[in-house]
């Protein structure tokens, strides 16, 4: 299986579990409900990723190398090239298939290849620190579980800090001046479109996390 399709997969199955959980609870599909839960998913899937980046550190910093001596080869796109790279599939859990992410994004942005960086230390942060309140936030969005002041809470905590690392980690790119080692369409794709959620869905989710204190109940979602 491509590593790319995989990836797509794992967050389709994961939005869904949430999307059908609520239909089956409730008997109807929310948007806001939807954008969430489709976020929170992609979320989990990178903060694997995230471990992995802490894990295969080393290896990062040498396979990011192999992918700038394929592209010279090639000229073709490493991170394309990666995720249309077929994994077998007992292998498709492996830190090592998944180091590749950082490999090969580190490309338009050396801080993943050093640990010494905003980049690097920010995500390693997110992929060991939110999956658990993610995963209470995406099932507490999902069937009520919890006080909607607490998940109103405990949202605008996550969702601030999402907001706020990624605001930095866009601000310490350009401080940096990495923008000058990449065309103007890696930097819109690769730095800015892939990055956006975090702050985009972020938002979202601290207005979301707003009307939930403030209102003292679900009805923002549609509850």
């Not at 939807?34 to 992609?42: A, I, K, P, R």
């Not at 995720?83 to 801080?111: E, K, N």
Request: proline share 3%; hydrophobic share 50%.
């Amino acid at each position: 299986m491509a590593a790319g399709l995989f990836a797509a997969l794992v967050v389709t199955l994961l939005a869904l579990l949430g999307i059908c959980t609520r239909y089956h609870f409730v008997g109807d599909i929310n948007l806001i409900h939807c954008l969430m839960s489709l976020f929170f998913s992609t979320n989990l899937l990178v903060c694997y990723w995230e471990v992995c980046l802490f894990l295969k550190r080393d290896y990062i910093e040498t396979r990011t190398e192999y992918w700038r001596r394929r592209q010279q080869e090639t000229g073709r796109t490493p991170a394309v090239e990666f995720l249309t790279t077929r994994v077998p599939l007992r292998r498709i859990l492996s830190p090592t298939i998944w180091a590749d992410v950082w490999a090969t994004y580190a490309l338009f942005d050396g801080s993943f290849s050093d640990r010494r960086t905003w980049g690097f230390n920010v995500d390693v942060a997110n992929g060991f620190f939110t999956p658990i309140p993610t995963v209470i936030l995406y099932g507490a969005f999902t069937v009520e579980f919890m006080p909607a002041v607490l998940a109103g809470i405990l949202g605008l905590v996550l969702s601030w800090q999402w907001t706020y690392m990624t605001s930095v980690y866009w601000v310490s790119f350009f401080v940096a001046r990495r923008q000058h080692h990449i065309t103007r369409e890696e930097l819109f794709v690769y730095i800015g479109a892939l990055n956006a959620p975090w702050v985009l869905f972020a938002l979202l989710g601290m207005y979301v996390s707003a009307r939930l204190i403030l209102d003292g109940d679900y009805g923002v979602l549609g509850f």
